[in-house]
């Protein structure tokens, strides 16, 4: 069974430009949230989704935005790239939003 | 609103010592609890979870930790540990209501396992 996969590994981006990042979930999982980390921050929660709506959203600004498709294929998007936006970025799927997550490898973003 | 903090940043250990890596957690609601493990380059693994039952949880690698209510805490203990553990460990909590699967994770030990 394959796992979560995110796509691109490795982005680098320039300050100003938009980055979009994708994440296939397991097969069978209708749940996708999504996660920032960096090395001040932590973890930090952005967005979960479940059969295409977002139920629930970090405390993050409106240049992050994320969507879900119908067949559980999620994308993030962060527009006019800051600095401060260099950070991995990790997604979880999972059957559903109560059951457990499963991560991907996740992306690295690094703004210049 | 939920937080947990994990008390130490860094854990140093001799191989086949015993470790304890400490997790206390803050919440008005019911709470789930998790221990992530995450390997450099990688994303993060689930080593076992407290849903409910059981305050003392066997997870994956050897590794066990023991829900204690009335001290909020959660801790991560292995009898004895393998130069592959060395890693960097993370506590988490999500509501037990079940209303959403957010997590909230504390910042994070790094296991140091010296030979």
Redesign the interface.
Known sequence: KAG?TQTPRYLIKTRGQQVTLSCSPISGHR?V?W?QQTPGQ????LF?YFSETQ??K?NFPGRFSGRQFSNSRSEMNVSTLELGDSALY?C?S?F???????????TRLTVV | AQSVTQLDSQVPVFEEAPVELRCNYSSSVSVYLFWYVQYPNQGLQLLLKYLSGSTLVKGINGFEAEFNKSQTSFHLRKPSVHISDTAEYFCAVSEGSGNTGKLIFGQGTTLQVKP
């Open positions: 979560v749940s949230s996660y932590g973890l930090q929660f979960e139920r629930n970090g990790l979880a999972s559903t939003w109560n059951t457990e997550a499963f991560f991907g490898q996740g």
